[in-house]
């Protein structure tokens, strides 16, 4: 790290700050870094490099072409070749149009989201990976806030994402987007850009491209401080998780599909359901009971759903035997005694 520039290091000790905070990789470990071809995970590539020798993880190289746009087979055979260059071992994984409808319940971005993951796990498994590392950024957490907030999201919500969930690593949750740019241009990386990150469509986009810019230029360090606040929030929800486990626990009659701590949950040899004493559910507080249903819905490998439905899950705790409610990726029907989450109504 002592002849890398100084715009590396900086992300590379941001990077090593978040993993030593989350206890993980342990030395032989080997980490899959997700690579787009973009500024932001091409900055994360260098910087875990220069961190795993030291420390002894093994890294591969992923990349996905989506096949949704003109220009995306050319961006990931980029990432090839670096990857060639750096004498990493790497996987160039594209996808089909069947893989992407098999998750079209959750919208063209979020559909996007559950192929790409569907298919970097397996390619980390076969690379003997561990670990599975993202390029998000700080700017990246304070987008999701902002998303959060506007979905109408609880506590859980805001509380964005974490450095670990599971298997997934996001080293850079602490590094500003302009930071792994000029990472990467000390470095002599030109990297690609996703055309679509500019279009005017995707809400993500507006935020990012309006919302924040006018954060910042009403609060300068805006960005900062939301993320500061998905911090806050991860804590409060970290110290509630046992007494939600325990609520869970209480409540379960039934649990099928599938019982895994890595996002998104992959494919269960069962259909994935659970079914909860409706009673029980009705008589907790309903701060509780809320987190409760959240909680169901990973543990069951279904979508987790947002806030207004997951009042409406509730609401069926007293509802009549048979009624039933949707959104998307999931459902929940009154049954006997028991309300059941599981697969999307038809």
């Not at 590094?175 to 990386?189: F, I, N």
């Amino acid at each position: 790290m002592a002849r890398a520039p100084a715009e590396l290091r900086l992300v590379a000790d941001l990077a090593a700050k978040a993993l030593a905070g989350a206890g993980v990789p342990a030395a032989g470990d080997g980490v899959a870094v997700a690579v787009s071809g973009g500024a932001d995970s091409l900055a994360m590539l260098h910087a875990l490099r220069a961190l795993a020798g030291p420390r002894g993880w093994r890294l591969a190289v992923l990349t996905v072409d989506h096949g949704l746009r003109p220009g995306s087979a050319a961006d990931a055979a980029f990432v090839a070749d670096h990857a060639k260059a750096l004498a990493l071992p790497h996987r160039l994984l594209t996808l089909a149009p069947a893989d992407l409808e098999r998750h079209r319940d959750a919208g063209p971005e979020g559909a996007a989201r559950a192929a790409r993951y569907a298919a970097l796990w397996p390619a980390a498994d076969e690379l003997g990976c561990s670990w599975l590392a993202t390029g998000h950024t700080l700017d990246d957490q304070a987008e999701t806030v902002l998303l959060q907030l506007l979905r109408g999201a609880g506590p859980d919500g805001l509380a964005g994402m974490a450095v670990r969930t599971g298997r997934l690593l996001r080293p850079l949750l602490g590094a500003r987007r302009a930071e792994t740019r000029a990472a990467c241009a000390a470095v002599g990386l030109a990297w690609r850009e996703d055309p679509t990150n500019a279009e005017d469509g995707p809400l993500r986009n507006r935020v990012r491209m309006r919302l924040l810019p006018l954060l910042e230029d009403l609060r300068p360090g805006g960005a900062k401080t939301l993320a500061r606040t998905a911090a806050l929030a991860a804590d409060e929800r970290d110290w509630l998780d046992p007494l939600v486990a325990a609520a869970l626990a209480g409540s379960v009659l039934e649990a099928g599909g599938v019982d895994s701590d890595t996002p998104p949950f992959p494919p269960s040899a069962t259909l994935p359901s659970i079914a909860l004493d409706a009673e029980a559910l009705a008589a907790l507080p309903v701060a509780l009971a809320r987190r409760v249903v959240r909680a169901a819905a990973r543990r069951a490998g279904v979508a987790v759903p947002d806030a207004a439905a997951t009042d409406r899950v509730l609401a069926l705790a007293g509802a009549a035997d048979g009624e039933r409610t949707g959104w998307p990726g999931g459902s929940a029907a009154r049954a006997g005694p028991a309300l059941r989450l599981g697969l999307p109504l038809d």
